[in-house]
């Protein structure tokens, strides 16, 4: 579990708990700036110590290895997972660098230390500032608060309205202090990942630059490195989308903090004053404890809690509720009072005091008082309705702007993206939603409506509907599978889901989804690729019931809902699911009897590099041998957000090729045995028929596998098998969307070598992908 979401509506009760959440925020971002700041000295040990440099190098890599970054929420998108692990993978690179040291002249002073020192000082900088004038203000505020609750109520009238004021003026600016405190804390929490981790990333590309040895190794980085950069930029992305809704959230809060008080099984909660009564002599004291109430129970809780020592003073206090009264001035000289009493303690009762008299009328409210004050705490109910409906209007205002967008705007540059101008879109939105004038309007001739007018009124409206097209029901169960499990196990989750949606909510999620996939196929030239409509769609086609800050951390995970609904909309929409809702995988598994696959480059990483489909597959043979293909533009690539860790053991054990045959090594075939996973081992060496515990016999059960060579000939060889067709004579599993999934006598077509070793690409029922070579046989 990460840590727990700063809630704006919590800094108005400002409870202990919102204290404590607080205070682990500022120990991450503390620890996030030991951890910069030692990495800055690191880094400048490098460029000064080339004597040292092997040590330097091995602080510098244990430093990335030993940090890890801490997330808000209870789970992590797939590229914040990559850009957890990338620490520990550059970290990996640094050892195999060092052996093979040699004198270098490294400059990273513009890639790694100046980033670095500009993310410590205008970032966390700027929340240390904040944190000391939030910690002067919280005592500035309950210093007045106490000294104004000890004034006489009989003062003049006009003396006390003057110190109600200003104590309330003063309240007002410690709550805009606390939720733009609060705010910052979040958004440096997530923006520190991108921000630390990107110099450390351009820092890595300059050193493989000037290491003439290490040629081989940067060539092998380099997937990685692309597949990373997306990490980052698809979280960079997501960010920019979630702050945006955060703030937006925080100013809804800020006009009317009641409207949107948090849900929870508490009918009221917040700070009194309790008065305690000591002997004779001394009279009485106020003590200020947390409160809580439970109507159903008529339990009352209380903590004493002081701001100022920064912690609970004493242990909480329970009993059960008799009776509430209010207490007027002229029985006691402190204003905002009333009387609790407990069943366990008839006739005694417990005087409490409120920050105003608005306080006090909310708890006597809760607490059925007398004299209480009805108040109307359900002023959420009383939020205007959008008109927007799942009608027949609705239909056709979604296939007119659909129709209208594939006409003429389905190349334009950042479409639905670059938003309309709002008087117009409401405009539009208001003649489309009116049935006298809905058919009378062309969008696909008319020049008065532009094509972004077009796509703000399509997105308006569905946000407008009552209820989100996916609705508040399957809210949580859409959001789940995306957290975890395999690719697979995504798909037929969300493929489940779909199907439990109301018909007229399944039919107009199935003509927007078709569009969106049909947008993506343009992505050359309107730079909308599948990750980019997710971040437009996922808030507009999902959104929680209750609006609070942890559930629009969640924002990340709807994106990749949508990204789903378009790679796989054929699949989801045109099949029955199974008929019981399936259980998330982690990760999929070689089927027994088939060999294992071939892994990217034999003695590097185990694991093979996640295969992002546009760098993998259709290139072009002229000069560039790594440039993407032609129709996905750098840096917006589909995302790798539907994509898993391809398991440690899938990668093949050492092995020389020798013709056609693979044969491999008993000693290395039993140390890559020895580096499974525990659970792997058994099952592993049992479909090979290999004792791991009998080395010697090793060579007797080794299987041959029989498969074409790609380096044993020329390019008149890779020639010759390009267009063929093979059979599959393993079944296979695809471990992402790259790859493709067959059974056994499955025919490819167009079958050719792929860029990537020991993997082909092919075609399997209209679909292109990479094909596992030892997996097939040519025909």
């Known amino acids: 579990m990460g840590l727990q979401p700063l809630e704006f509506s919590d800094c108005y009760l400002d409870s202990p708990w919102f204290r404590e959440r607080v205070r682990a925020h500022e120990a991450e971002l503390e620890k996030t700036n030991k951890f910069i700041k030692e990495l800055l000295k690191d880094g400048k040990n490098l460029i000064a110590a080339t004597k040292n440099l092997s040590a330097a190098q091995r602080k510098f890599a244990h430093s990335l290895r030993d940090f890890k970054f801490e997330f808000i929420g209870d789970a992590e998108t797939d590229d914040e997972r990559y850009i957890d692990a990338s620490l520990h993978e550059f970290s990996n690179f640094l050892k195999n660098l060092e052996e093979q040291r040699e004198i270098l002249a490294l400059s990273v002073t513009e890639t790694l230390i100046k980033p670095l020192e500009r993310f410590r000082k205008e970032q966390l900088g700027a929340v240390k500032e904040e944190k000391k004038k939030f910690d002067k203000e919280t005592e500035k505020n309950y210093s007045l608060l106490e000294k104004h609750l000890t004034l006489s109520a009989k003062k003049k009238e006009l003396q006390l309205q003057e110190a109600d004021s200003q104590v309330e003026q003063n309240r007002k600016h410690f709550y805009e202090l606390s939720l733009e405190y609060v705010c910052k804390l979040q958004e440096i929490q997530e923006r520190k990942k991108f921000e630390c981790v990107e110099p450390v990333l351009s820092f890595f590309q300059g050193l493989f630059t000037f290491y003439h040895q290490g040629y081989e190794l940067a060539k092998d980085f380099?997937?990685?490195?692309?597949?990373?950069?997306?990490?980052?930029?698809?979280?960079?992305?997501?960010?920019?989308?979630?702050?945006?809704?955060?703030?937006?959230?925080?100013?809804?809060i800020r006009r009317n903090p009641q409207e949107h008080k948090r849900a929870n099984h508490f009918t009221m909660e917040g700070y009194l004053y309790v008065q305690e009564k000591r002997p004779a002599p001394f009279g009485s004291s106020w003590v200020k404890h947390y409160c809580m109430y439970r109507k159903e129970t008529k339990k009352f809780s209380m903590i004493p809690f002081e701001h100022r020592s920064g912690g609970k003073v004493g242990d909480a206090e329970l009993f059960v509720l008799t009776y509430c009264t209010k207490r007027n001035t002229d029985t006691i000289d402190r204003r905002f009072c009333f009387d609790l009493e407990a069943s366990d303690r008839p006739g005694v009762p417990v005087t409490m005091q409120a920050f105003s008299e608005e306080d006090r009328k909310l708890w006597m409210e809760a607490l059925d008082g007398k004299e209480a004050l009805l108040i109307n705490l359900n002023r959420a109910n009383a939020k205007q309705e959008g008109s927007a409906q799942l009608d027949k209007i609705g239909f056709t205002i979604i296939k007119k702007c659909i129709s209208a967008v594939e006409t003429r705007g389905i190349n334009d540059q950042g479409l639905y993206r670059v938003v309309g101008v709002s008087s117009k879109v409401q405009r539009l939105l208001s003649l489309l939603m009116d049935s006298k004038t809905c058919n009378e309007i062309d969008l696909e001739n008319s020049v008065d409506w532009e094509v972004k007018t077009i796509t703000s009124a399509m997105k308006q409206y569905l946000r407008s509907l009552p209820e989100p097209l996916m609705t508040y029901e399957l809210h949580g169960e859409f959001i789940l599978p995306a957290k975890s499990g395999s690719p697979e196990s995504?798909?037929?989750?969300?493929?489940?889901?779909?199907?439990?949606?109301?018909?007229?909510?399944?039919?107009?999620?199935?003509?927007?989804?078709k569009h969106l996939a049909n947008v993506s196929k343009h992505a050359k030239r309107n730079l909308m690729t599948v990750a980019n409509l997710g971040v437009v769609f996922g808030p507009t086609l999902m959104r929680p019931q209750e609006e609070t800050v942890a559930a629009i951390m969640d924002l990340k995970f709807q994106n990749i809902v949508v990204e789903i609904l378009i790679e796989n909309h054929e699949k989801i929409f045109k099949?029955?699911?199974?008929?019981?809702?399936?259980?998330?995988?982690?990760?999929?598994?070689?089927?027994?009897?088939?060999?294992?696959?071939?892994?990217?480059?034999?003695?590097?990483?185990?694991?093979r590099p996640l295969a992002v489909y546009n760098l993998c597959l259709e290139l072009e043979d002229a000069d560039s041998h790594s440039s993407p293909r032609e129709d996905t533009p750098t840096g917006s690539m589909d995302s790798l957000s539907s994509q898993s860790p391809t398991p440690a053991f899938s990668s093949s054990p050492p092995g020389l090729l020798d013709g056609n045959h693979l044969i491999m090594d008993s000693g290395d075939l039993a140390g890559w045995?020895?580096?499974?996973?525990?659970?792997?081992?058994?099952?592993?060496?049992?479909?090979?028929?290999?004792?791991?515990?009998?080395?010697?016999?090793?060579?007797?059960a080794l299987p041959t596998f029989f498969f074409p060579n790609p380096a044993s000939g020329t390019d008149r060889a890779v020639e010759s098998v390009a267009h063929r067709k093979a059979r599959a004579v393993y079944p296979c599993e695809a471990e992402h969307s790259s790859e493709l999934s067959f059974q056994i006598g499955a025919i490819f077509e167009d079958v050719q070598f792929s860029r990537e070793p020991g993997w082909l690409e092919g075609t399997l029922n209209g679909k292109r992908g990479l094909i596992p070579q030892n997996y097939v046989q040519f025909l």
């Open 673 to 700: 045995t020895t580096n499974l996973p525990a659970q792997s081992r058994p099952s592993m060496v049992s479909w090979m028929n290999i004792p791991s515990a009998n080395p010697a016999a090793t060579n007797a």
């Open 490 to 513: 995504r798909v037929s989750a969300v493929h489940f889901l779909v199907h439990k949606l109301p018909e007229k909510n399944k039919e107009m999620l199935e003509i927007l989804v």
């Open 575 to 607: 099949t029955l699911p199974d008929a019981t809702f399936p259980e998330p995988i982690s990760m999929s598994v070689s089927p027994p009897n088939a060999p294992p696959r071939q892994s990217r480059r034999q003695g590097q990483r185990i694991k």
């Open 222 to 252: 380099n997937h990685y490195k692309t597949t990373l950069q997306i990490n980052i930029q698809n979280t960079r992305n997501r960010f920019e989308g979630t702050r945006s809704e955060v703030e937006e959230l925080m100013n809804k």
